[in-house]
């Protein structure tokens, strides 16, 4: 076979797993926008069932508890049924949940059909990281686990478009009537879509090989392996093999080493919820708030909302473009330091607010200042961490525990998003400059424990993960 004639079959079995994984990162896009659709119809919601911010803040926090429980299981679902099974699933609870939340009869079944969507978040998010990683090439593993943050990121950023344009189209409101419907039922009832394409294309994409040799699908493994592979395919279902210690099934005692887990299971765990300890969500589902408590206009603290997505997607590009050239590690220690330089600007600027009951205003140059570094800081979060942390739980766990060690990852990851969401408000009341001072600590954590205990996984393949 020529050079050329190789190299075109490399970048064909690059195209084929390009599109795979853009498919499976479509449960990412459903991640993004199911965890922030809410946002445009909270006060409606809070309206139309005569329900105080108290209830109202549960209900939309609930989804963050089911998105742990849905994370926390998919491994043993995907281990027993298969990657792509288990995606088919998620979008099948995506479709009933927005259709459930459209049309709620009291706030307590919202809450429920909440719940749902949240289970289906929490299994995205565990499967997308996990099947792009048990396709993808180790040279290319890095840019291709980074489609699941940016579809993330691309689900908030249009999630926000279709709640504006739906108030719009109805004055404005997300309380008024829109055809048959509320605008905030419709506002919840758009994600079925997406969440159907997802259905349609977790059915369509071909099942992880590492997951067939390990069901003693063999054959069907070795033609996957044909299409994303340019390497022999009978050299890697042995290199799979031994990773996976021969024919043993993926157990949760496995996880089991010093001090109840596996070191590499703990540093999984630390990685997840310090990237949720920095307050990156605080940005995202209390944006618009935040900005109007500082006196800014609700019209411009919606742009200014839109204005922080794409700044998200811009930082998740660069990240993109390095993740697989400098490595995950550098990428990680430049963001916590950046992060924490701009969390701390961020303090210091809201600590020249003048609070006068609920609410707080900056001097316009010092709103300047805070607009600046929470944007800087979303962008060194978007550039490293937002990317990193899920590329990184796709692919640090050897093969035989990856897909319980990601769960439980994945599971931490969103325990600490609820944490921090439930927190804010009463952070925010207590005292908005420390609030971010908090959060540039922990910034700073994480820098030292990257240092300290991440070890590089650029360019290794999967199977050469060790514990």
Not at 111 to 116: L, P, Q, S, Y
Not at 183 to 203: C, D, N
Not at 410 to 438: G, K, R
């Amino acid at each position: 076979m020529s050079v050329d004639q190789t190299r075109g079959r490399s970048t064909d079995h690059l195209a084929h797993v390009v599109m795979i994984a853009g498919a499976a990162a479509l449960g990412g896009f459903l991640f993004g926008y199911d965890t922030s659709v809410i946002n445009g119809a909270v006060q409606a919601i809070q309206d139309n069932f005569a329900v105080g911010a108290a209830l109202t803040g549960v209900t939309v926090a609930a989804a963050l508890l089911g998105s742990a429980v849905g994370a926390a299981i998919a491994g043993g679902i995907a281990d027993r049924l298969g990657r792509t099974r288990v995606m088919q699933v998620a979008a099948a609870l995506f479709i009933i949940s927005a259709i459930g939340s459209a049309l709620p009869f009291t706030i307590w079944d919202l809450a429920m059909w909440r719940i749902v969507g949240g289970v289906a978040v929490g299994i995205a998010s565990m499967i997308g990281p996990a099947y792009i990683a048990e396709v993808a090439p180790a040279e290319y593993r890095g840019r291709l686990g980074s489609l699941q943050q940016l579809a993330i990121v691309l689900g908030i950023a249009v999630s926000q478009l279709v709640n504006y344009a739906l108030a719009s189209a109805a004055g404005g409101s997300a309380s008024a009537q829109l055809g048959p419907l509320d605008t905030w039922q419709w506002m919840l009832a758009v994600e079925a879509v997406p969440a159907l394409i997802y259905l349609i294309l977790a059915t369509i994409i071909p099942e992880s090989p590492r997951y067939l040799v390990s069901a003693g699908k063999t054959e069907l493994a070795r033609k996957v392996l044909r299409r994303i592979e340019s390497a022999d395919a009978d050299e890697k279902i042995k290199e799979i093999r031994d990773a996976l210690g021969g024919e043993q099934k993926p157990r949760l005692s496995d996880l089991r080493g010093r001090f109840g887990l596996l070191p590499i299971v703990w540093v999984g765990m630390a990685i997840a919820a310090l990237q949720q300890f920095v307050g990156i969500n605080v940005i995202f589902y209390y944006s618009s708030s935040l900005w109007q408590s500082v006196g800014v206009e609700e019209s411009n603290s919606l742009l200014l909302s839109l204005f922080t997505s794409i700044v998200n997607i811009v930082g998740t590009i660069v990240a993109i473009m390095l993740v697989d050239k400098i490595g995950r590690k550098p990428l990680l220690v430049m963001g916590s330091t950046g992060m924490t330089i701009a969390l701390a600007i961020t303090g210091w600027a809201f600590s020249y607010a003048e609070v006068s009951g609920d609410q707080a205003n900056l001097p316009f140059a010092w709103g300047v200042v805070a607009l600046l570094s929470a944007s800087t800081f979303v962008f060194c979060f978007a550039a490293s961490w937002g990317v990193v942390m899920w590329v990184l739980l796709g692919e640090m766990f050897p093969p035989r525990i990856r897909a319980a060690a990601l769960a439980i990852g994945t599971a931490t990851n969103w325990v600490a998003n609820w944490l921090v969401t439930v927190t804010f408000p009463s952070m925010n009341a207590w005292n908005l400059p420390a609030t971010y001072f908090i959060y540039a600590a922990f910034a700073l954590i994480s820098l030292f424990f990257v240092v300290r205990y991440l070890k590089e996984t650029k360019g290794r393949s999967l199977e050469e993960m060790g514990s």
